[in-house]
């Protein structure tokens, strides 16, 4: 039965008039060939994976070897392949909307609602389905390293984690090939979202999209949290934790009670959807300020959730790149902590003009101010780390540099925006949207690519191109500044947000130089997808096996490239903060004598319930948003069915025989051996081969 009383059919609401391929057909407009272009793009790729996957035979390893595996590095690995994926489309669909800014004067060439389901997609992509998969992905292949573990604490959790977060993002993927994306925004803020003023699909796929990717973000903030206070190296206390590790501890406590709110939030407004509850009408007591409470009670605290892995890794990168042990480690620790727990007092400064009262806008209004105090200790000791270090402009450093420059002007407008009286005057203008992504692409995204070519050689074992990464990250740099700082001129010129069009001449020059910027963006997004192909081509002359390429300072450095699947042969007894650093000072990092006895190593099994989670949450979502009951039925019943099938299961382990790591681990310590160290000017010569020659003794910070 459908929610107006219709009864529906075999396959629901979905029809031919559902695919907008038909409709341009039907209809050719400019908006019509846009949306079908988009979903023949996916369909083409979808199409070409495929039929290489089954030209190559591949079919047999994507499904031993990755799809059900329960190593964390796989796991990881898959994450960031889905996160690249999503972002090539958030992209690009915020080029679009950047060009129908810029020739929008009294029109444009998209229609207004097209233009919403575009915001509200690269919204939702970009916070969900990139950031979010990229610092799951990163987080799950490097902390396991990082802390002296053999894996997370629930492998098979991980990988039901990743599951979900695939199935919300093919949801997404979809509705460009059947129905249409919601127009409500990213926040999916009723009443836009409501049946009354949206009864299409729209509001249906971003309900279950985020909401099914919320569950498995908040199993994966559960599982890297009991990790990281159960499975460290016996020596390793907390506070000889690497920064990065700190963050991810930190990012984990947010997940769990961030989380839950946002489920709530997706939850009762599709019962208002489906079943008419009424939580967020103005009808039978219900209230829309519930929704907006409850979705930025997680939030604010989510952007959070996504800037602190990116300040571990600027940590980590600042250190090893300038050759100095990190300064201000402690302050650097309790910063975090402190940031965590003010991430969750802050949300109401989203609706300061919602007329909640002066004192609670005060009050909201200060303790917004106040995270700026331990920002700032970051940013100086980061800075404090580089004085006179030996600072090596590689790659990484340049998004380091890049995320200083950028990052501190967001900073800045981000106490600005703090103010109640400041926000009234430019709260629904483009100095926000300026202000949003002046904080997020230097403060996490940056981060996060910095991160993936730091950690490239670790997760492949050979490294990425050095010239074309230059070029890449001069593109993101340059692009975002000529994207997103003309933005502040035209919010303070009072362009809203949002708006398909406007009737402001004097606002299209400066849109047609943020035009330029996105296109700057683009070709970055270009030669980052250049620098993994030339660099996969290359990879014989870049290989670096023994492991430790830039002169790490933290566990993951201390092992070969890639790692083996047990992760250490023999588990680490930590002596110290920077332990594999000062293991080299000491001459201590690659055992000599070789170890006299291994033991047998025991981790879990293949398993295929995180594939079968994955297409069940999506079939079951996808009869949910087209009312196919039964569809959604069966879907509904799979999931707890595996969960019993899963539970009589009793060969869930394997045992990796002790001579068989002997043999691998010896082989691994002849080619120490036999390898030439290197000094850090000779970094991205081919003579890497991942042993760094130790060049000076540093004194501790």
Known sequence: M????????????????????????????????????????????????????????????????????????KIGIMYVVLALVMMARGVLEGAIMMAQH?????????????????????????????????????????????????????????????????????????????????????????PYTGMAFNPGTGPDYWIWSVGIAGLGSTMTGINFAVTIYKERAPGMDLFRMPLFSWTVLCTAIIMIFAMPPLTVATATLALDRYLDFHFFTNDLGGNMMNYVNLFWL??????????????????????????????????????????????????LHHFFTMGQGANVNIAFGIASMCIAVPTGVKIYDWMATMYRGRIRMSVPMIYVTGFFMLFTVGGITGVMLANPTISFQVHNTLFLVAHFHNVIIPGVLFGLLAGVNYWFPKVFGYRLNENWGRVAALFWVFGFAFTFLPLYAVGLMGMPRRSVTYADPTFEPILMVSLFGATLVVCGLGCVLAQFWISYRDRESTRVPVGDPWDGRTLEWSMSAPPPEYNFAILPQVTDRDHFAMAKERGEAY?????????????????????????????????MVWYIWWLALISVAVIPLALIVRSFYLDTEQVIPAS??????????????????????????????????????????
């Open 2 to 73: 459908n929610p107006d009383g219709s009864v529906a059919g075999l396959f629901g609401r979905l029809s031919w008039e559902s695919i907008p391929i038909f409709l341009a057909i039907q209809n050719p407009t400019t908006n019509e060939i846009i949306a079908a272009s988009a979903g023949m793009i996916v369909l083409v790729g979808i199409t070409v994976v495929v039929g290489l996957i089954t030209y190559f035979k591949w079919w047999g390893v994507l499904w031993s070897e990755w799809l059900t595996s329960a190593d964390h590095k």
């Open 591 to 623: 055992p000599e004598p070789e170890p006299e006895s291994y033991e047998d190593i025991v981790l879990p099994k293949n398993t295929s319930i995180g594939i079968i989670f994955c297409i069940a949450a999506t079939t079951l979502s996808l009869g």
């Open 660 to 701: 068989e790591i002997e043999k691998e681990h010896r082989q691994w310590l002849a080619e120490v051996k036999s390898a030439q160290a290197v000094t850090r000017d000779l970094e991205h010569s081919p003579m890497n081969k991942g042993l760094a020659k130790l060049e000076s003794v540093e004194a501790a910070s």
């Open 298 to 347: 997680f939030g604010h605290p989510e952007v959070y959730l996504l800037i602190l892995p990116a300040y571990g890794i600027f940590s980590e990168l600042v250190s090893t790149f300038s050759a100095k042990r990190l300064y201000g480690y402690s302050s650097l620790v309790y910063a975090t902590m402190v940031i965590a727990v003010l991430s969750f007092t802050v949300w």
């Open 102 to 190: 810029a020739f929008g004067l009294d029109g444009g060439f998209l229609a207004a609602d097209h233009f919403a389901q575009l915001f509200s997609t690269h919204g939702t992509i970009m916070i969900f389905f990139v950031a979010m998969p990229l610092i799951a992905g990163i987080i799950n292949y490097i902390l396991p390293l990082q802390i002296g573990a053999r894996d997370v604490s629930f492998p098979v959790m991980n990988q039901i984690s990743l599951g979900l977060t695939a199935a919300g993002a093919a949801l997404v993927m979809i509705s460009l090939v059947v129905g249409e994306f919601s127009t409500g925004g990213w926040q999916g803020t009723p």
